[in-house]
């Protein structure tokens, strides 16, 4: 099978969507497609300028091509001295992608064309078979105009791949048939969580101290402008002597005003460890180093139903006990009291609590921990995804 993958994003980029995508190329790729991936030419930061080789910055293997489309795209000085309007600049960046990847998709020779682009994917459902069409969604609009769009690309898609039940439940409401949807949540690399170091190893060779107790986060600080719940967190550690906050991910911002919050709870400044951005491939020695990995997302439509976040599926690869919001967009992935504990969203006495028995009973840290890296690595590896993907795309008329 010829797969293309259309992403409108930089590559290299700091956002764990790129690293979603790059893995899951190498995962179509390793189940027997031939796949290429469109990515816009885009003007990066000047630390990403710097990567040379995509496939090693993202630690997969080379075995898919990367072509870049031109677009228009207007780096935020040039955009500010035209006294273009941010929104006006996305939108113009993702209609020329959607139009280059269109001309380019009339000479491609493929058996189908994949994405999280619903205008990508309008745009080639114009010449293109509804067979030939994969659709991966990860949001739902809440707007009118974004679920008429939304209807749009979905119905005329061969196949839909939602990442939440949820998501899947209003896609079919929306009119898309049962019979094109997969559910296939987010997941991870298993080649990256293979050979773990031990925790005191771990900490070792980051320089933090080995008697410790460390509740980590891993990610982006915000996502589209939404608090991640992070400062709930450290409300919560107030309560929880002798605990230490790890911080895996940035923006420097976020985190400083973070650690100004820290502060003025009166909690020590030593205790608050920010590492800020590091390289994919070092993440899973941060998650070894943790005690407990923290996933303190509020309730929100997008963070409640519609997302599967990666940090999730490696918290469990790294066999590290988890405490999360109880959200149904993954109540399928871990239960409570089994593979993690749930605490109410935005609740700080709850996150507490649960933070403080894990932080007194080793025993039950290591046995959520190991449990749930049992499920992780029987059912959400990127490989068998990718499998359940081509068996839907194959069924696709």
């Not at 994969?134 to 939304?150: K, N, T, V």
């Not at 101290?209 to 409300?235: N, S």
């Not at 590492?275 to 020695?285: K, Y």
């Amino acid at each position: 099978m010829r797969l293309i993958y259309i992403a409108n994003m930089r590559v290299p980029t700091e956002k764990a969507h790129g690293l979603q995508i790059m893995q899951n190329c190498e995962a179509l790729a390793d189940t027997g497609a031939e796949v290429q991936l469109w990515v816009p030419r885009r003007r990066n930061t000047p630390a990403l300028r710097a990567v040379g080789d995509p496939w090693a910055y993202y630690g997969v293997r080379r075995n898919f091509e990367l072509r870049r489309v031109p677009c228009l795209d207007f780096t935020p000085p040039a955009a500010e001295q035209a006294g273009l309007p941010a929104r006006l600049v996305f939108y113009v960046q993702a209609l020329t992608f959607a139009l280059a990847a269109l001309a380019l998709a009339l000479f491609a020779r493929a058996d189908v064309y994949y994405s999280r682009d619903r205008l990508a994917l309008l745009a080639l459902s114009l010449v293109k078979p509804r067979r030939a069409l994969a659709y991966e969604a990860h949001q739902f609009s809440p707007s009118r105009r974004g679920r008429w769009l939304e209807r749009l690309a979905a119905r005329r898609m061969g196949t839909v791949i939602a990442v939440t039940p949820p998501l899947a439940d209003e896609l079919v409401k929306l009119g898309v048939p049962v019979a094109r949807v997969l559910v296939a949540h987010d997941g991870f690399r298993r080649e990256r969580f293979a050979d773990l170091p031990s925790q005191a190893e771990a900490r070792q060779k980051i320089g933090w101290p080995d008697g410790l107790f460390i509740v980590g986060y891993v990610g982006r600080l915000h996502t589209m402008a939404m608090d991640k719940g992070v400062g709930t967190l450290i409300e919560a550690l107030r309560d929880v002597d002798g605990a230490a906050l790890a911080l895996v991910g940035g923006p420097d911002e976020m985190a400083a005003a973070l650690r100004d919050r820290w502060l003025a709870l009166g909690l020590d400044g030593a205790h608050f460890l920010y590492a800020g951005q590091v390289e994919s491939g070092r993440v899973p020695l941060y998650l070894s180093a943790f005690d407990v990995c923290a996933m303190p997302f509020p309730f929100t439509p997008h963070f409640a139903f519609f997302a599967s976040p990666l940090k999730l599926f490696e918290y469990m690869a790294a066999g590290r006990a988890i405490v999360a919001s109880d959200l149904p967009g993954w109540a399928d992935v871990v239960q409570d009291g089994q593979t993690a504990l749930l605490t109410p969203p935005g609740d700080a006495g709850a996150l507490a609590a649960a933070l403080t028995r894990l932080r007194d009973d080793p025993a039950q840290r290591e046995r959520l921990g190991q449990q749930a890296r049992a499920r992780a690595l029987d059912v959400y590896t990127w490989d068998a995804r990718a499998r359940a993907i081509l068996r839907k795309i194959a069924e696709a008329t």
